[in-house]
């Protein structure tokens, strides 16, 4: 089993199980995550023996990375993980910091009209080890620290939730990686049981909705998952999120040009999400020459924007990044398959 996969609880049972203090568990999460070992022998502050029984049960094997681009501001990764699989990583600089797009799943079963991802079903889920070392290899790799992570990658990360809990607990410890919850965001879909349970967690991590669309008919068309939760179902938990955690939440609304971003739409979003804690982030379309679909005209953008804003909804343009290197969700994995 791969030692990245535990948490630090984790780790305490396992030494608690062979006899040994769990403290020794903050002990090995230091060697992995703030120094930063490849081999347990460098772990020289744990006896031998203990040494023995972590190389017999546990290895620290890493993804390869196969393939790496880079743009201005923005490396995209692909990586190959131990059964040949392929999945992506994206790291974007911003102004802020260095935030991290890992992926949850190889492939998707959610079947977004518009996604790259969903071109290819769901395969299996990442485990935890496999999310956790997406942001290690990176760091390792460029030499620097990953702030924030978002988890906008490959996959929907509440249809492999327990790992992706796991995941968010492994990188939150303050013996570890130790990134803060307020720098963690989960993106969904909108799968409302797991956004309950989320919501019970109290973790304080971010949460992000793909709404993309502010009526339940265009939702359906752009989104399968509309069909299972509606908007309204949706709208009504997330406003239930926000009274039981007190934490803001962000929608994302891809820019489709002239599927979603007319005048009447930004007029029903407006109407939708007045008076909820939120922010809408608008994200003009990567687009893919897989799916026929646009990128808004800038001047509707500008104008949706500029409706939510008097409508007094809190709205961003998403920064642009990576469209010169396929950074789409999705894209590089598909080019990958298509040029060999
Ligand atoms: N399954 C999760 C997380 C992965 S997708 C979710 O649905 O939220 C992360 C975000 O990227 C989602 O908002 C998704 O709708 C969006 N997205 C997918 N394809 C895109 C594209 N070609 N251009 C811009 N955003 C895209």
Redesign the pocket.
Known sequence: MNIYGLTKTDLEHVFEAIGEKKFKATQVYEWLYKKRVSSFDEMTNIKKDVIDYLKQNYNLNKLKILKKQEGIDVVKYLFELEDNNKIEAVLMKHDYGNSLCVSSQVG?N?G?S????GRLKKVRNLSADEIVLQILQVEEDLKLRITHVV???????FDNYDNVIKFVKIINDPKGIELGSRHITI???GIIPKIKEFMNLNLQVNL???L?ASNNELRSKLMNINKVYDINELISVIKEYINKTNRRVTF?Y?MLDNVNDKESNALELSKLLKGINCYVNL??????SHIEYKKSKKENIMKFYDILKKNNINVTIRKEFGSNVSA??GQLRSNYEEEK
Do not use: K, Q
Request: a negative charge; glycine letters at 6%.
């Open positions: 998707c959610m977004c518009f996604c790259e991802s988890m906008m990658g490959i996959g929907e990360p993106s969904t879909c992000a909705i793909s993309h994302e891809i994200i003009p379309y990567n687009e893919t789409a969700c």
